[in-house]
């Protein structure tokens, strides 16, 4: 397969924040932000991939500044490394006070998306290559956060945890 550029993938999901998506101090409930997050690395994923995909993990979501009711909340995320079948996708989010033009980082997040088929077995995934200054920073701290994936996910971490 050949590699594609990571600017390829970049997706953007803008939504205004409405009432029913807020809590009783008017921001966005952080549910509402998991699942935009969820949904726009899936799209940047099936778009460095062209085949489905599922999500392994979101590895953090650091919230930085809350997003009120009747801002724009906004999310871009690209595909920053790729493993034989997985993608780690970065997200974004920001929000904007339409009102006045004031805009804010609201959270960033890691979220690792797996290319399967119809019948749910992964498929392999092209390769991805950076070109930014801080693109080419992503991919090469990628690896290091592959193996704290990978070890949260570790049956020796699980066996540590006893369930009541």
């Not at 050949?2 to 409405?18: A, G, M």
């Not at 994923?45 to 930085?64: E, P």
């Not at 070109?131 to 570790?154: G, V, Y």
């Amino acid at each position: 397969m050949d590699p594609r550029p990571i600017k390829s993938s970049s997706t953007v999901l803008t939504s205004l924040v409405l009432p029913p998506d807020t809590n009783h101090y008017d921001n966005i409930f952080g549910g509402k932000v998991l699942s935009y997050i969820d949904e726009v690395a899936a799209i940047a994923a099936m778009r460095h991939c062209q085949s489905a995909v599922v999500t392994a993990s979101i590895d953090s979501v650091d919230f930085l500044n809350p997003v009120k009711k009747g801002y724009a909340i906004r999310l871009e995320a690209f595909v920053t490394w790729t493993g034989r079948s997985s993608m780690e996708v970065f997200v974004q989010v920001s929000s904007e006070d339409l009102l006045t033009g004031t805009k804010q980082l609201t959270a960033t997040s890691f979220v690792c998306m797996v290319a399967i088929n119809e019948e749910g077995r992964t498929v392999p995934v092209p390769p991805v290559y950076p070109e930014s200054e801080f693109e080419k920073e992503l991919h090469h701290t990628a690896p290091r956060r592959q193996q704290d994936r990978q070890m949260r996910k570790s049956k020796e971490l699980h066996k540590m945890i006893e369930l009541k």
